[in-house]
Antibody
Framework: QVTLRESGPALVKPTQTLTLTCTFS??????????VNWIRQPPGKALEWLAR???????YYSTSLKTRLTISKDTSKNQVVLTMTNLDPVDTATYYC??????????????WGQGTLVTVSS | SYELTQPPSMSVSPGQTASITCSGH??????ACWFQQKPGQSPLLVIY???RRPSGIPERFSGSNSGNTATLTISETQAMDEADYYC?????????FGGGTKLTVL
């Protein structure tokens, strides 16, 4: 069974850096095709894809946020870390991680973690 | 940047068919997915590869994708189907989501 769980601070001050961790089980990020994505959702708003890291350490970022994001992985711990710099109140959102598999016929986001709510406020 | 457009809301009577559309330039050349999200829950994949249902998703959920439009169809809609629905596709290596459709069953 594949599971993912997000963790990180619930409250961050403006201008600070956010560090989120996705801890997963049921698959390995050393397996060909496996990827972990980060997606966020501001309260009452739509989903927004942020970044992806692949089994071969290739990394992809949202065009609009790429200057503020860094994604990395620790395969020994089964963890993926996302950092976002220069936080602003508009970054208040629930942050999700989700798996994809580029070796499959189609690359679908499944499953998702339960999400972690991050509030940016002074 | 690539965009996907969904109607913000729609309503359907129990037992009727709901069809939610998702529009994007040449969307039919890409694979479309659909996610269901109920309040306080994570998104749940209900359709992938345009029309395939993951294990555990009821047969009343179906999908199609052609031209510029992907469609999620829910047959014999039930009260439990009331939720937000999001379409998603990949634009090269970037995942793009539609703005979501709030489906009300009344």
């Amino acid at each position: 069974q594949v599971t993912l769980r997000e963790s990180g601070p619930a409250l961050v001050k403006p201008t600070q850096t956010l560090t989120l961790t996705c801890t997963f089980s049921g698959f390995s990020l050393t397996t060909n095709g496996m990827c972990v994505n980060w997606i966020r959702q501001p309260p009452g708003k739509a989903l927004e894809w942020l970044a992806r890291i692949d089994w071969d350490d290739e990394k992809y970022y949202s065009t609009s946020l790429k200057t503020r994001l860094t994604i990395s992985k620790d395969t020994s711990k089964n963890q993926v870390v996302l950092t976002m710099t220069n936080l602003d109140p508009v970054d208040t959102a629930t942050y999700y991680c989700a798996r994809t598999n580029t070796a499959a016929a189609s690359n679908f986001l499944d499953p998702w973690g339960q999400g972690t709510l991050v509030t940016v406020s002074s | 940047s690539y965009e996907l457009t969904q109607p913000p809301s729609m309503s359907v009577s129990p037992g009727q068919t709901a069809s939610i559309t998702c529009s994007g330039h040449k969307l039919g050349d890409k694979y479309a997915c659909w996610f269901q999200q109920k309040p306080g829950q994570s998104p749940l994949l209900v359709i992938y590869q345009d029309s395939r249902r993951p294990s555990g998703i009821p047969e009343r959920f179906s999908g199609s994708n052609s031209g510029n439009t992907a469609t999620l169809t829910i047959s014999e809609t039930q009260a439990m189907d009331e939720a937000d629905y999001y379409c998603q596709a990949w634009d090269s290596t970037t995942a793009v989501f539609g703005g979501g459709t709030k489906l009300t069953v009344l």
